[in-house]
Nanobody, 126 residues
Framework: QVQLVESGGGLVQAGGSLRLSCAAS????????MGWFRQAPGKEREFVAGINWSGSRTSYADSVKGRFTISRDNAKNTVYLQMNSLKPADMAVYYC???????????????????WGQGTQVTVSS
């Protein structure tokens, strides 16, 4: 079993920044790919960013490229999402996810992730 716990969400003004964290436990974190997804009310869950086991490969949704940065610290079993220049359109519940099957490449498909956190709310005021 894997437990993923997100933190760092909150209320921020448009143009501001937040850093989300996702702490993992229960498995050898360093061998798995990780992803961040988000879901706004009335919308489907969408891929935001992903990172492979070593951090050598990352992938971003077009809507966040240049503003968000995903990183990981395998010694701390934690993956981060630094979010800058936030927009009201970024407002959603953000989830981290762990991919058991692909460690060197990043998948953008939610169904290919095996474990999910409970989510953290990000609210952006205009």
């Amino acid at each position: 079993q894997v437990q993923l716990v997100e933190s760092g969400g909150g209320l921020v003004q448009a143009g501001g920044s937040l850093r989300l964290s996702c702490a993992a436990s229960g498995r050898t974190f360093s061998t798995y790919g990780m992803g961040w997804f988000r879901q706004a009310p009335g919308k489907e869950r969408e891929f935001v960013a992903g990172i492979n086991w070593s951090g050598s490969r990352t992938s971003y949704a077009d809507s966040v490229k240049g503003r968000f940065t995903i990183s990981r610290d395998n010694a701390k079993n934690t993956v981060y999402l630094q979010m800058n220049s936030l927009k009201p359109a970024d407002m959603a519940v953000y989830y981290c996810a762990l991919d058991l099957n692909r460690y060197s490449i990043v998948t953008t498909t939610a169904g290919e992730y095996d474990y999910w956190g409970q989510g953290t709310q990000v609210t952006v005021s205009s």
